[in-house]
Nanobody, 124 residues
Framework: QVQVVESGGGLVQPGGSLRLSCAVS????????MGWFRQGPEKDREWVSCITRNDGTTYYSTSVKERFTISRDNPQSTQSTVYLQMNSLKPEDTAVYYC??????????????WGNGTLVTVSS
């Protein structure tokens, strides 16, 4: 059974850091691209970052590039974790963050499996 479960959200001050985790089971990261998406208050959901299967190439949206880092461990295991390290956080990063998985190398808005999300609030 496939599971995608996010954790690590919370309240952080501007300029602070937070690391989100996404525990996945039921498939291997060697076969699936993993992505992080977010939806802020009264905003559409947007793509944040992607890590491809096999060689783990990473991609970032312009708004988070050089502040966020996506990584993964145990890509050949059916129980793995994907991380999103978020540094230099800004109030506009406030959102519910979703982890998602899809077969292949491309992250897109119609990922096959989604978690329930974890709330990140950046505020003083």
């Amino acid at each position: 059974q496939v599971q995608v479960v996010e954790s690590g959200g919370g309240l952080v001050q501007p300029g602070g850091s937070l690391r989100l985790s996404c525990a996945v089971s039921g498939f291997t990261l060697d076969d699936y691209a993993m992505g992080w998406f977010r939806q802020g208050p009264e905003k559409d959901r947007e793509w944040v970052s992607c890590i491809t299967r096999n060689d783990g190439t990473t991609y970032y949206s312009t708004s988070v590039k050089e502040r966020f880092t996506i990584s993964r461990d145990n890509p050949q295991s059916t129980q793995s974790t994907v991380y999103l390290q978020m540094n230099s956080l800004k109030p506009e990063d406030t959102a519910v963050y979703y982890c998602a998985a899809t077969p292949g190398d491309v992250c897109h808005s119609h990922m096959r499996y989604w978690g329930n999300g974890t709330l990140v609030t950046v505020s003083s």
